[in-house]
């Protein structure tokens, strides 16, 4: 199998994977052959790209790292927190206010949280290749999406500096709920690109870490790491992000002893998370940039912005060439091959930018007359270029 741009799908290809919505409920499934009325379906949901079959690309498997069972609790229970913190507040002009006493974050929403927490914690560590890449094969702009997707990557990279069971669950139902400001706002503010926001909008759309904080003051559990992680989120290391204009400690995560005043270090981690899954979604940028793109835009920014310490962290986790892209050679020491197009294969979990490449085309863009599979971990010139398409 191999991605495809949801622009260059054609009649005839068939699909190697299953697509879902924002519920994660099938739309079309695994071996579904693509006609005109399927593909535009598939455009209008804004699907970036999608698996499709190829010949020479039939031993190419992509896992994800959380099934799809995990990610449909993760949105049952933020979709079950929308709709009961709506109900309570129907008629309520101030986004800040709570109107009932009542917990949003009863028993049963409790439940709902920690079940899905647990399951991304428990298929986060039984992972055969504990590495990130974007959900390409979700609709875009779906808040419950980016929330997941934030907090994949927010606890792979928490693992990574060793964090103990209980802070991975604190720390990954800050991120689950970073956004969780935004069910206060209207639908269309939320999904509203940035970059055509009129000012009052972007003020008050600027506003959602405080409503996620009052939110979670609901909590029956009432964690004070949470909610902090929530509110400070859009802060920078040099202070000039939102609400408080906080500034950074430089520290790494592991360290719990934090200046007075300095973003809390768990809002650190979500804080790089949250700006790559915006990269790589198109909330940034008006076109979604591909992974490795994505990871220049966070290191051109660090340490303005984000904590060194988390930036290479996130490096070593986020899969800048995951199985199944389409790649050109760019570099190479092996000479004769720079121009070559194909697919990546198999990740080299040592250096992520080095896969190994089962090469299809070569640089007349001609097809080969068989597969040429090529391991580069040892090619330390290897420079690739992303594909839409083959």
Not at 185 to 213: F, K, N, V
Not at 363 to 390: C, M, W
């Amino acid at each position: 199998m191999r991605q495809c741009g949801s622009q260059q799908l054609q009649s005839g290809m068939v699909l190697a994977r299953p697509i879902y919505d924002q519920h994660y409920r099938k739309l079309l499934a695994e071996g579904t052959t693509l006609n005109s009325m399927s593909i535009k379906r598939v455009q209008d949901m804004g699907f970036k790209y999608v698996y499709i079959q190829e010949d020479g690309t039939e031993n190419i498997h992509v896992e994800e790292l959380i099934g799809v069972q995990c990610r449909r609790e993760a949105s049952e229970a933020l979709e079950r927190l929308a709709t009961v913190d709506k109900q309570r507040n129907k008629g309520t002009s101030n986004p800040f206010q709570v109107r009932q006493k009542e917990k949003a974050f009863g028993t049963e929403q409790q439940a709902l949280v920690q079940r899905a927490i647990n399951s991304m914690m428990r298929d986060l560590m039984y992972a055969r290749q504990p590495v990130y890449f974007p959900g390409v094969y979700l609709a875009k702009d779906q808040l419950i999406n980016h929330s997941t997707d934030v907090a994949i990557l927010t606890m792979l990279i928490g693992l990574g500096f060793g964090f103990t069971n209980k802070d991975l669950a604190i720390l990954g139902k800050a991120a689950l709920f970073h956004d969780v400001g935004k069910i206060r706002l209207d639908e269309e503010l939320t999904y509203l690109h940035p970059m055509d926001m009129e000012e009052e909008q972007e003020d008050l759309y600027r506003m959602h870490p405080q409503m996620g904080a009052v939110l979670l003051e609901q909590d029956i559990t009432n964690d004070i790491h949470v909610t902090m992680a929530v509110l400070q989120h859009h802060e920078r290391q040099d202070g000039t992000g939102f609400p408080e204009g906080l500034k950074g400690s430089g520290e790494p995560p592991t360290s719990k002893v934090r200046e007075r005043g300095t973003i809390h270090r768990f809002a650190e981690i979500i804080s790089v998370a949250n700006y790559f899954d915006n990269l790589v979604s198109g909330r940034v940028e008006r076109e979604p940039l591909n992974p490795m793109d994505a990871v220049q835009h966070i290191l051109n920014h660090t340490p303005d912005w984000f904590n060194p310490h988390v930036t290479q962290m996130a490096l070593s986790v986020i899969n800048v060439f995951p199985e199944g892209c389409n790649v050109e050679i760019r570099e190479s020491r092996h000479y004769s091959l720079v121009g070559f197009r194909g697919v990546v294969s198999k990740i080299n979990i040592e250096n992520l930018s080095r896969p190994t490449i089962t090469l299809l085309y070569n640089a007349r863009h001609q097809r080969l007359e068989k597969p040429l599979i090529v391991d580069f971990r040892d090619d330390s010139r290897i420079k690739l270029d992303y594909l839409t398409d083959l």
